[in-house]
């Protein structure tokens, strides 16, 4: 079965300074991964994914990703953030190779990032 | 990318009532997804929605309690039935394009 960890529920970070939200999976294949931010009161915003290739994926807003199969991690980072960042972060993986209903995106329990002025 | 609608964004209902939930979407997809997000929890896949045939229901989620209609490739809804206060949540529409899948704003609902 797959699964993703969040282990931070909460990060804190100062405006410009780089942030980090990490994530760890586990899946018998090769995994699909993907960062979504959901602001209060809104649905999923798709962020990035990583199907293959580069290891290191950019996406929107400035974030990007690193997938390190070793770790088996996707982190997510941005170089300065930004008070706007502020939101709630989730992780997601899909092994491609699953069928059935593990076919789908399984979610991590979420990361708050706060975005200090 | 894909545009998704849903209605209501947002409700409160008497316990014992049911509400249909709404999701269009811009273009035709084969296969809609409901998830369920409870308050401060992640997100819980309810059901996949296929046109044409009966709805995929995940461990834990059954077709009298959540029914789901597709009637065609860019409208689906969702009935939560019978509700009761656990049944707070905010409800989202999902789809998927290539591999990624693209949500709707959500419909948060309040059962008293």
């Known amino acids: 079965a797959q699964s993703v960890a969040q282990p931070e529920d909460q990060v804190n970070v100062a405006e410009g300074n780089p942030l980090t939200v990490k994530c760890t999976y586990s899946v018998s294949g090769n995994p699909y991964l993907f960062w979504y931010v959901q602001y209060p009161n809104r649905g999923l915003q798709f962020l990035l994914k990583?199907?293959?290739?580069?290891?290191l994926v950019k996406g929107s807003y400035g974030f990007e990703a690193e997938f390190n199969k070793s770790q088996t991690s996707f982190h997510l980072k941005k170089p300065s953030a930004l008070v706007s960042d502020s939101a709630l972060y989730f992780c997601a993986v899909r092994d491609p190779l699953s069928s059935g209903s593990a076919r789908q995106l399984t979610f991590g329990s979420g990361t708050q990032l706060t975005v200090l002025p | 990318s894909a545009v998704i609608s849903q209605k209501p964004s947002r409700d409160i209902c008497q316990r014992g009532t049911s509400l249909t939930i709404q999701c269009q979407v811009d273009s035709q997809v084969t296969m809609m997804f409901w998830y369920r997000q409870q308050p401060g929890q992640s997100l819980t896949l309810i059901a996949t929605?296929?046109?044409?045939?009966?709805?995929?229901?995940e461990s834990g989620f059954v077709i009298d309690k959540f029914p789901i209609s597709r009637p065609n490739l860019t409208f689906s809804t969702l009935t939560v039935s019978n509700m009761s206060p656990e049944d707070s949540s905010i409800y989202l529409c999902?789809?998927?394009?290539?591999?990624?899948?693209?949500f709707g704003p959500g419909t948060r609902l309040l059962v008293l």
């Open positions: 999902s789809v998927k394009r290539g591999e990624t899948q693209y």
């Open positions: 990583y199907i293959t290739g580069d290891n």
């Open positions: 929605a296929n046109q044409g045939s009966e709805a995929t229901y």
